[in-house]
């Protein structure tokens, strides 16, 4: 994004700061990535891809792709630093006139006028990861990757 200097780059911070992202990505995050890297999951395509990106962001913050490692298991406080420096490096990088640095709680106005849309929706912003939903989707797909070797083909 530095390099393309027509390029506008959204920067999503954490309304609670870096130890309150990395307890909530820490409560669901590695098992997501754990259980949908096992079967029946990994018959897809797309989440092999998908569950890829995923340990190349692990591998981002700590140095390993392993979804168990000790350092990501809840509530992982270690990892603020890999969020604060993520920021850091983002802000030193793009141009100020090309980032826009946004609080979810902050709603649409800050979007839209960054991205000079005329029509900013009139709704609320949407939340979209509650932490209880995500870990129980996590404890469904850890379900089915043990049902799974039951099923007869």
């Known amino acids: 994004a530095a390099a393309k200097t027509d390029v506008k780059v959204i920067l999503t911070e954490h309304p609670r700061g870096g130890k309150a992202w990395a307890e909530s990505w820490s409560s669901f995050v590695p098992d997501h990535i754990y259980y949908f890297s096992q079967r029946p999951f990994r018959f897809m395509d797309s989440m092999v891809q998908t569950m890829k990106l995923n340990r190349e962001a692990l591998m981002y913050l700590n140095g390993t792709d392993d979804p168990k490692?000790?350092?990501?298991?809840?509530p992982a406080?270690?990892?603020?630093?890999?969020?604060?420096?993520?920021?850091?490096?983002?802000?030193?990088?793009?141009?100020?006139?090309?980032?826009?640095?946004?609080?979810?709680?902050?709603?649409?106005?800050?979007?839209?006028?960054?991205?000079?849309?005329?029509?900013?929706?009139?709704?609320d912003f949407p939340h979209m990861t509650d932490r209880h939903m995500m870990m129980s989707i996590s404890k469904a797909a850890m379900i089915m990757t043990w049902v799974w070797p039951l099923v007869p083909v």
């Open 69 to 74: 490692d000790p350092s990501f298991s809840f």
């Open 77 to 123: 406080t270690e990892l603020s630093a890999s969020y604060e420096r993520h920021n850091g490096e983002v802000k030193k990088i793009v141009p100020a006139e090309r980032l826009l640095v946004f609080n979810p709680t902050q709603g649409w106005d800050p979007i839209c006028h960054f991205l000079e849309v005329k029509k900013c929706p009139v709704i």
